[in-house]
Every structure is written in C-alpha cells, then in structure tokens.
C-alpha cells in the first residue's frame, strides 16, 4: 500500500517527535548524573579541619555578592582594619597572588567560592552578604545602566570603546575589568548607543511614560532584559551559584556544564541550594543587606573585635622584638599612608594607624563606619545622577520602584527561585548569631557590673572603721550641700517669678 505525501510527512513528524523526546530524556539523565556528581564531591570537599567558624583565621576571603552592599563593607570596614600590605593583590580583579603569601589576609573580590581550591582552607574564613533577590536584580539592571551610560559622552561606540581601551591599558581597576560588570556593561552599553542612534533618525521623540523601567526609547525595558541569554547566564539565581561556586567566571572546569543543566532543569536546582545553604553554615559571617544597622553592628563585633585583638596581640609580641621593629613599623605606616592620600582618602589611613596602634575599639570602629559610609553614599549618589542625566527622563530612585510592575517582581521571583530560598535560610543564619552575639554582649554587660561591684567592696572591705566613717561622714556632707543648693536654687526661681 502506497502512501500519499501528507501520511508520509505524518509519519516523518511522529518519528522526530520520538527521537527528540528519547534525547530529551538521555540528556535529562545526563544532567541529574551531572549535577549529583557535583553536589557529593562538594560534599565531600566541605570536611576540613577548620571547624570552629567562629574564629577568624589567617585570611579572610570576602565572598562579595554584587549589590549587596559589600562596597560599603569593603571601605568603610575592611579598609578600616586592614593595611593595604595585607591586602591580597588585585582582589578585585582576576585572581593573581600566591596564597601562601605571609601578609595576605584579606581577599575581597566578586569571584565565587571555586576559588577556595586555590586557598589554604583550613587557615581560610569567609564570610557574605546576601540580598533580597528582587532588590538585588533591580539593583544589577540599575547599576548596568548607570555605568554604560557614562560612555554616552562619546560621539560613538567606537570612540567609547576606544577610552574604556585607553584607560584599561593602566595600572588601575576598571570596572569592565570585574566580574559580572565586564560582560553587563558592555551589553548594555551596546544597547544605549543603539537606542540613541535610533532616536537620532526618528529626530523629535515623545516620551509618553516617565517609568524609567519601561521607557523602550531611552533604554531596554526590565521585562526584555529579564529574559535575555545573558540575564539567565548571569544574573539570575546568581547568589546561589556565586556561592555554590558555579558562575560563569567559576575556577572549576565543570561549572558550566553543572549551571547550563540546572537552568534547563529546574527540579535539579535543589542539590546545588543545599550546598550553597551549607557553606553559608561554615561562614564566619552572614551579613543581610536589609538589615543594614544590625548586619553592621554584628560584623562589628564578631569580625572587627577579632582583626582588633589580633593587632593587639602582634603589637604586644613585636614589642619584644628589638631588631629594626620601629623601622618596619614606620615603613609600613607611611607606604599604607602614601597610597591612600593618593587615592584621596588619607582619613582612612588615620584610621588604619589607630587600629594597628591597638586604640581602636568596636565602638570607636562603628563610629568610624556611619562617618564613611554617609560620605560614600553622598558620593556615590552625585555619581549617578551624573550618569543619568545622560538618558533623561530615565532616572532611578527608591520612588521609582513601586512602578515597577506586580507581574514582573513574579517573573524576578519565578526565575530566582533557588535566591529566594537562599534567602529565607541566610535570614535564619542572621537571627541565630544576632541573639548570639546579644546575648553575649549582655552576658559581658553584666559581668562588668559586677566586677565594679566587687571592687567596690574590696575597697570598702579594706578599709578600717575610722577611715569608713570620715568616708561616710564626707559623703552625706556632700549630699547635704547638693540638697542645700538645689533648695536655694529653686527659691531663687519662685522669688523672680513673684517680681515679674
């Protein structure tokens, strides 16, 4: 029996169908296979003799979420606390130092938490901040405008490229130059001058909507960028394989083989939530940027009173050493001071002079932290209105987020799923160590007290009964005087009054 064209094309889709649907599945299992090989090595990985978290070690490895804050963090505390000799080299850019590095005790950079192979682990602490994954999306597309909007004073994308090339050439930090801005950027850079080429052809443009997050004509609307190849490489879910340690920028060679199959598989995204909820577990640090005043309070103490009690202690012991002490000393200091006026914030050397000096305390050191970071905000603010007055009516505030679309804080939500849960546990983590760390200052409150109480009492117990009575009779003396002249003060008032 012969079969017409359109039973034959039938048949043709059926078998397709069923070879696609056979290598879906092959592939489905390939990546559950994939991704639970992963998650047991990780498993595996996380037992190291570093078991006590809340100690700090000899390096600290800033796991820096971008727009979580950790700028504010980094400045305000960590630059604070730590001279620029033990910084390690080019933190913030791609990793090139050797951990093995004596005077390396601080690592702040936005690469993942593959990089702790690289590590000393047992002599490693990390600690975090995490965000609300709606905030912290908002935040990326914000922050990826404003920064490609500064090229648009360029004549082209050409001449911008050119600059941006200029300016990479030198011995500083670009921001194309970090991770996940050195692939946003660019992108989003791309897409301005092509929207502002385009306006140029139509010449007079109307915009109708002042909603900066959908004004098609001036920038990408949220809801397109939301949905790009780039945005589900790199943005979305990106806390969780930013510290599952599986990013697009990841020093593991089966990252992004493990990312792709959980993007394309949702129901496999669980593994890697729970290894990123365990390594949150083992942070010396879990900082919320919601919980602004608080987060800084508890890093405050559980952070900064260690790295201070370390400076005492160095002090103390190279106090005892009298071979060149004063002048390593002196070469340290003024080397840190050199670069920091250089770079226009000489107080932060001043600071850093305090701390080593061993005069700094937690208090003084959340003094130090609002003074800084009210003049970081300040200018970090006249930054961005600059930026933006580039592609006005567009511009950002807190305001301007309530515009934004109750379907698309869904989609955030939807496509940020693993985030979100990562989020409820960090949250968790934040409330533990809080009342840990107030319970403990309570504790430290109350033994004060007593102490004083108790050497009051020393006091008195030491002295002889005719020394205890001139102590009396002096002190009901001198609160007969205070009586006497609150009384006379009082009737001076009520005789002025009777005057009037």
Request: with cysteine; charged share 30%; hydrophobic share 35%.
């Given at each position: 029996?012969?079969?017409?064209?359109?039973?034959?094309?039938?048949?043709?889709?059926?078998l397709l169908g069923s070879v696609l649907a056979s290598f879906a599945e092959l592939d489905s299992g390939h990546c559950e296979r994939v991704?639970?090989?992963?998650?047991?090595?990780?498993?595996?990985?996380?037992?190291?003799?570093?078991?006590?978290?809340?100690?700090?070690?000899?390096?600290?490895?800033?796991?820096?979420?971008?727009?979580?804050?950790?700028?504010?963090?980094?400045?305000?505390?960590?630059?604070?606390?730590?001279?620029?000799?033990?910084?390690?080299?080019?933190?913030?850019?791609?990793?090139?130092?050797?951990?093995?590095?004596?005077?390396?005790?601080?690592?702040?950079?936005?690469?993942?938490?593959?990089?702790?192979?690289?590590?000393?682990?047992?002599?490693?602490?990390?600690?975090?901040?995490?965000?609300?994954?709606?905030?912290?999306?908002?935040?990326?597309?914000?922050?990826?405008?404003?920064?490609?909007?500064?090229?648009?004073?360029?004549?082209?994308?050409?001449?911008?490229?050119?600059?941006?090339?200029?300016?990479?050439?030198?011995?500083?930090?670009?921001?194309?130059?970090?991770?996940?801005?050195?692939?946003?950027?660019?992108?989003?850079?791309?897409?301005?001058?092509?929207?502002?080429?385009?306006?140029?052809?139509?010449?007079?443009?109307?915009?109708?909507?002042?909603?900066?997050?959908?004004?098609?004509?001036?920038?990408?609307?949220?809801?397109?960028?939301?949905?790009?190849?780039?945005?589900?490489?790199?943005?979305?879910?990106?806390?969780?394989?930013?510290?599952?340690?599986?990013?697009?920028?990841?020093?593991?060679?089966?990252?992004?083989?493990?990312?792709?199959?959980?993007?394309?598989?949702?129901?496999?995204?669980?593994?890697?939530?729970?290894?990123?909820?365990?390594?949150?577990?083992?942070?010396?640090?879990?900082?919320?940027?919601?919980?602004?005043?608080?987060?800084?309070?508890?890093?405050?103490?559980?952070?900064?009173?260690?790295?201070?009690?370390?400076?005492?202690?160095?002090?103390?012991?190279?106090?005892?050493?009298?071979?060149?002490?004063?002048?390593?000393?002196?070469?340290?200091?003024?080397?840190?001071?050199?670069?920091?006026?250089?770079?226009?914030?000489?107080?932060?050397?001043?600071?850093?002079?305090?701390?080593?000096?061993?005069?700094?305390?937690?208090?003084?050191?959340?003094?130090?932290?609002?003074?800084?970071?009210?003049?970081?905000?300040?200018?970090?603010?006249?930054?961005?209105?600059?930026?933006?007055?580039?592609?006005?009516?567009?511009?950002?505030?807190?305001?301007?987020?309530?515009?934004?679309?109750?379907?698309?804080?869904?989609?955030?939500?939807?496509?940020?799923?693993?985030?979100?849960?990562?989020?409820?546990?960090?949250?968790?983590?934040?409330?533990?160590?809080?009342?840990?760390?107030?319970?403990?200052?309570?504790?430290?409150?109350?033994?004060?007290?007593?102490?004083?109480?108790?050497?009051?009492?020393?006091?008195?117990?030491?002295?002889?009964?005719?020394?205890?009575?001139?102590?009396?009779?002096?002190?009901l003396m001198l609160l007969l005087l205070f009586l006497l002249f609150l009384f006379l003060?009082?009737?001076?008032?009520?005789?002025?009054?009777?005057?009037?």
């Open positions: 029996m012969q079969m017409n064209p359109i039973s034959k094309l039938a048949l043709g889709l059926i991704v639970k090989k992963w998650a047991d090595t990780s498993s595996s990985r996380e037992e190291h003799p570093n078991k006590d978290k809340r100690s700090l070690q000899d390096l600290l490895f800033f796991l820096h979420v971008p727009r979580t804050g950790g700028r504010t963090y980094f400045h305000c505390f960590l630059r604070k606390l730590y001279d620029n000799s033990e910084e390690c080299p080019r933190s913030y850019d791609k990793l090139h130092f050797d951990p093995r590095k004596e005077k390396c005790k601080l690592l702040a950079t936005h690469d993942d938490y593959s990089l702790m192979a690289k590590l000393p682990r047992e002599r490693t602490s990390v600690m975090t901040i995490v965000r609300d994954p709606v905030a912290r999306v908002l935040s990326t597309y914000e922050f990826s405008v404003e920064v490609a909007a500064r090229f648009l004073v360029h004549p082209n994308l050409t001449s911008a490229r050119r600059m941006s090339g200029r300016i990479r050439k030198g011995n500083v930090i670009s921001t194309l130059d970090i991770w996940p801005w050195k692939y946003l950027v660019p992108w989003m850079r791309e897409d301005l001058f092509a929207r502002r080429d385009a306006r140029k052809v139509k010449g007079v443009v109307i915009i109708e909507d002042d909603n900066p997050y959908d004004m098609e004509e001036m920038l990408m609307p949220l809801h397109k960028y939301l949905d790009t190849p780039t945005a589900h490489d790199i943005i979305h879910n990106g806390a969780t394989f930013q510290i599952a340690g599986l990013t697009n920028n990841s020093h593991l060679s089966e990252a992004h083989e493990v990312r792709h199959c959980v993007q394309k598989y949702k129901s496999l995204g669980e593994p890697i939530l729970q290894v990123a909820k365990r390594r949150l577990d083992s942070m010396l640090y879990v900082g919320l940027t919601e919980e602004h005043r608080e987060s800084a309070s508890l890093f405050a103490n559980v952070v900064g009173s260690q790295v201070l009690s370390q400076f005492v202690t160095s002090n103390a012991t190279a106090k005892t050493k009298t071979t060149n002490s004063e002048a390593s000393v002196t070469v340290s200091g003024s080397g840190s001071d050199k670069i920091e006026i250089q770079n226009g914030t000489s107080e932060v050397a001043s600071n850093k002079i305090e701390a080593k000096s061993g005069n700094m305390t937690v208090k003084s050191l959340m003094e130090v932290y609002e003074g800084c970071i009210t003049h970081l905000r300040k200018s970090q603010g006249t930054r961005r209105v600059n930026s933006l007055k580039r592609i006005a009516p567009a511009n950002f505030t807190r305001g301007t987020r309530a515009r934004v679309p109750n379907e698309v804080i869904q989609q955030i939500k939807s496509l940020n799923n693993l985030d979100v849960e990562l989020y409820k546990y960090a949250k968790e983590i934040f409330a533990k160590e809080h009342e840990l760390v107030s319970k403990k200052m309570e504790s430290t409150s109350k033994r004060s007290i007593g102490d004083l109480q108790n050497e009051l009492m020393s006091v008195f117990g030491e002295m002889d009964d005719e020394k205890l009575w001139k102590f009396v009779s002096v002190a003060n009082a009737r001076r008032r009520r005789t002025s009054k009777v005057k009037i």
